[in-house]
C-alpha cells in the first residue's frame, strides 16, 4: 500500500553540535547554520526546518536561503534566541526595561526572516523568563510583563503567526509559560488573533500533563499552530529519539491530532549528544511512519466503543493489535 505520509520536519538545532555545563568544549566541532541545513538535507525525509536566528557567525540570509533551496527544505519556522547570556533574567520579563526592549528588537529582528524565508511562524521559546528560588519575583508583575509584551509583538506584527513553545522547567528551575493550560489563559488574555501554542511532546510528558490530553485542550481552543516531537524519561527534557520510551502515548497523541484532522507538520526537536544526528532523524522518522500506517490500520470506531465504556483493556487490545506490528516492513 502506497501511504501519503504527513510532512517531517526538524529543529536545525538537531544537526548542531552541543556544550553542556560538563562538556564545556562541546560533544563535537562547532556546525554552521549551512552545515546544520546540508545535515538536515542528507536525512532524505525531511521538509521542513524551524531555522535559529541569528545564523551562526558570518551566515547571511541570501545564504541560508540558498542553502535550503539546494537541500530541498523550507523554513517552518524562525526561532529568536531570546534565552542567550544577555536574557539571564528573562527577556520579556526581565526586570530591566532596557533588556526587555532588547529582547524586542531581537524579536522585530526575526519577524522580518519569517517573512524573508516565507516561514510559517515565529516560535518563541523565552527560556529564561520565570524564576529559581521562592520569593524572588512578584508573580503579578511576571504575568503583566509576560502577557503584554507577547500582546505588543502580535500587535507588531499582525501579518505573522507566533507560536509559544511551553516548557515546566530549564534553564529557569521554573519557566514562566509551563504548561497548555497556563499558555492558553495568556493567550486569551492577550485578545489578540495571531497567538497559538507549540506543543512539545516531551515538555508535555516531563511536566506531568497528558500530551494527548494536552493536544486535544489546546485543539478544543484553536490554539495548537505546531508541535515537536521527542521522548525523555519523564524526569528531564531529555530530547531522545521519538518512540523510544513511551511509544503508546505517542501514539495516543497522533491519534488525537489524527481524529480532530489536525493538518500540520510532524517536527523532531531532538538533541542527539553522542548519536549521529543523521541516523537519528532518520530513526525517528521511521517510527513516525510506522505511527502514521498504525493509525490507518487502527479501528477507530471500536477504539471510541470501548472509550464510551472506559474499557481500559479492550482500548489497549486494540491499540497493541496495530502498534507492535508497525515497522514490521521499514528497513
Ligand atoms: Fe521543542
Ligand atoms: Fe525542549
Given at each position: 500500500?502506497?501511504t501519503?505520509?504527513?510532512?517531517?520536519?526538524a529543529?536545525?538545532?538537531h544537526?548542531a553540535?552541543?556544550?553542556?555545563?560538563y562538556?564545556t568544549?562541546g560533544?563535537a566541532a562547532?556546525v554552521?547554520?549551512?552545515?546544520q541545513?546540508?545535515?538536515?538535507?542528507?536525512?532524505?525525509?525531511?521538509?521542513?526546518?524551524?531555522?535559529p536566528?541569528?545564523?551562526?557567525?558570518?551566515?547571511t540570509?541570501?545564504q541560508?536561503?540558498?542553502?535550503?533551496t539546494q537541500?530541498?527544505?523550507?523554513?517552518?519556522?524562525?526561532?529568536?534566541?531570546?534565552?542567550?547570556?544577555?536574557?539571564?533574567?528573562?527577556?520579556?520579563t526581565?526586570?530591566?526595561?532596557?533588556?526587555r526592549?532588547?529582547?524586542?528588537?531581537?524579536?522585530?529582528?526575526?519577524?522580518d526572516?519569517?517573512r524573508?524565508?516565507?516561514?510559517?511562524?515565529?516560535?518563541?521559546?523565552?527560556g529564561?523568563?520565570?524564576w529559581?528560588?521562592?520569593f524572588?519575583?512578584?508573580?503579578?508583575?511576571?504575568w503583566?510583563?509576560a502577557?503584554?509584551?507577547?500582546?505588543d509583538?502580535?500587535?507588531?506584527?499582525p501579518?505573522?503567526?507566533i507560536?509559544?513553545?511551553?516548557?515546566?522547567?530549564?534553564p529557569r528551575q521554573k519557566?514562566?509559560?509551563?504548561?497548555?493550560?497556563k499558555?492558553?489563559?495568556?493567550?486569551?488574555?492577550?485578545?489578540?488573533?495571531n497567538v497559538?501554542?507549540?506543543?512539545d511532546?516531551?515538555h508535555?510528558?516531563?511536566?506531568?500533563?497528558?500530551?494527548?490530553a494536552?493536544?486535544?485542550?489546546?485543539?478544543?481552543?484553536?490554539?495548537?499552530?505546531?508541535?515537536?516531537v521527542?521522548?525523555n524519561?519523564r524526569g528531564?527534557?531529555?530530547?531522545?529519539?521519538?518512540?523510544t520510551?513511551h511509544?503508546?502515548?505517542?501514539f495516543e497523541?497522533?491519534?488525537t491530532?489524527?481524529?480532530?484532522?489536525?493538518q500540520g507538520v510532524w517536527?523532531l526537536?531532538?538533541f542527539?549528544f553522542?548519536?549521529?544526528t543523521v541516523?537519528?532523524?532518520r530513526?525517528?522518522?521511521?517510527f513516525?511512519?510506522?505511527?502514521?500506517?498504525a493509525?490507518?490500520?487502527?479501528?477507530i470506531?471500536?477504539l471510541?466503543?470501548?472509550?464510551?465504556?472506559e474499557?481500559?483493556?479492550g482500548?489497549q487490545?486494540?491499540?497493541?493489535d496495530v502498534?507492535?506490528?508497525?515497522?514490521?516492513?521499514?528497513?
Open positions: 500500500m502506497m501519503d505520509y504527513p510532512p517531517f520536519g529543529g536545525l538545532w544537526f553540535s552541543y556544550v553542556d555545563r562538556a568544549d560533544y562547532p554552521s547554520t549551512l552545515e541545513i546540508a545535515r538536515a538535507g542528507e536525512v532524505g525525509d525531511l521538509t521542513y526546518v524551524d531555522v536566528y541569528p545564523f551562526t557567525d558570518g551566515v540570509i541570501e541560508v536561503k540558498a542553502a535550503l537541500n530541498g527544505l523550507q523554513a517552518v519556522g524562525v526561532t529568536p534566541e531570546i534565552y542567550m547570556r544577555r536574557f539571564r533574567k528573562g527577556a520579556f526581565n526586570p530591566d526595561a532596557a533588556v526592549a532588547q529582547a524586542g528588537a531581537v524579536l522585530n529582528e526575526a519577524a526572516v519569517v524573508a524565508l516565507d516561514a510559517r511562524y515565529l516560535k518563541v521559546w523565552p529564561q523568563d520565570g529559581d528560588y521562592p524572588q519575583v512578584d508573580h503579578h508583575q511576571q503583566t510583563l502577557v503584554s509584551g507577547m500582546r509583538l502580535a500587535l507588531a506584527n501579518d505573522i503567526k507560536v509559544i513553545e511551553y516548557k515546566p522547567r530549564e519557566m514562566f509559560w509551563d504548561s497548555a493550560a499558555t492558553a489563559l495568556g493567550i486569551k488574555a492577550m485578545g489578540v488573533e497559538g501554542v507549540l506543543l511532546f516531551g508535555a510528558l516531563f511536566g506531568g500533563e497528558s500530551p494527548a494536552a493536544a486535544q485542550l489546546l485543539i478544543d481552543h484553536d490554539l495548537l499552530w505546531a508541535m515537536d521527542n521522548d524519561l528531564w527534557d531529555d530530547d531522545m529519539v521519538v518512540g520510551v511509544p503508546v502515548e505517542v497523541f497522533f491519534y491530532l489524527k481524529v480532530n484532522n489536525w517536527q526537536d531532538q542527539p553522542r548519536e549521529d541516523e537519528a532523524a530513526l525517528s522518522i521511521r513516525l511512519k510506522g505511527i502514521h500506517r493509525l490507518e490500520e487502527l479501528d470506531a471500536a471510541r466503543e470501548a472509550q464510551s465504556n474499557d481500559a483493556l482500548a487490545r486494540l491499540v497493541q502498534l507492535f506490528s508497525c515497522l514490521r516492513s521499514e528497513s
